[in-house]
């Protein structure tokens, strides 16, 4: 999806220990345009949007539709546990699907964690740097946002294990694409005022440190923000 990932991969691990090489945003000069025209179309749609359905929507709407949409994503988590070489955070993935999307009302409810079973965050991303692939330099998408050769090639392929794929009606598609955006976006306004400096790099460093993060399993690096932070994103 064209929003989810910009929001998602900056808010995550905002406050992190910001390192990274100038050599990683050999692109630097366009990016910073790609940047600006991707905060235009946010001050002007995407923040005013989530902020009014924030506003609008009871706190249970919005955790239960936050719900829906990470329950989807089990699908794609499943699949790439598997390709991971990790069949029983596979299994314990799947499960958590079946139980919310049946006695959890699709996915409205998460059940599974009150059972027990522990939720993940994968993608095909992971899955390539699992099996050597490097993240490559920083790249800055329009509309998109943050991402690497990596995540471009892994998100072609997440997109397709996420679940909406089997979405047959276009106009269903798309508004479902659309509340997702909305939604994650709405979650990254609790955030958003924590980012200090430069905004851009900011990001930047944040996304680059949280792909190494999120590749190794969190086994190479060991930050008590980047702990709460993952809460955040998980809960």
Do not use: C
């Not at 029983?88 to 499960?95: E, K, L, P, R, S």
């Not at 599974?112 to 099996?131: I, V």
């Amino acid at each position: 999806m064209s929003l989810q990932r910009f929001f998602h991969f900056s808010l995550a691990l905002a406050f992190i220990s910001l390192n990274v090489s100038a050599t990683q945003d050999p692109f630097e000069d366009i990016n910073r345009k790609i940047w600006a025209f991707n905060e235009s179309l946010d001050d002007n749609f995407a923040k005013p949007a989530a902020e009014i359905y924030t506003n609008v929507a009871p706190d249970f709407i919005e955790i239960g539709i936050t719900n829906f949409f990470r329950n989807i994503n089990e699908l794609d988590n499943t699949a790439n546990q598997l390709l991971q070489g990790k069949p029983a955070f596979a299994a314990n993935d799947f499960a958590r699907f079946l139980i919310n999307t049946s006695i959890g009302f699709l996915g409205f409810f998460d059940v599974a964690s009150r059972m027990g079973l522990q939720r993940h965050d994968e993608d095909f991303g992971q899955t390539l740097a699992t099996w050597g692939v490097s993240k490559g330099p920083f790249l800055m998408i329009p509309l998109y946002g943050p991402s690497t050769p990596r995540s471009l090639a892994g998100r072609s392929v997440s997109s397709v294990l996420s679940g909406t794929f089997a979405i047959e009606e276009t106009d269903v598609r798309i508004g479902i694409t659309a509340l997702d955006a909305l939604e994650t976006r709405a979650r990254y306004l609790e955030v958003e005022s924590l980012i200090v400096g430069d905004r851009y790099s900011f990001i930047r460093d944040s996304y680059m440190q949280y792909l190494d993060f999120e590749s190794s399993d969190g086994e190479d690096q060991s930050d008590d923000f980047v702990d709460d932070m993952d809460d955040f994103l998980l809960d």
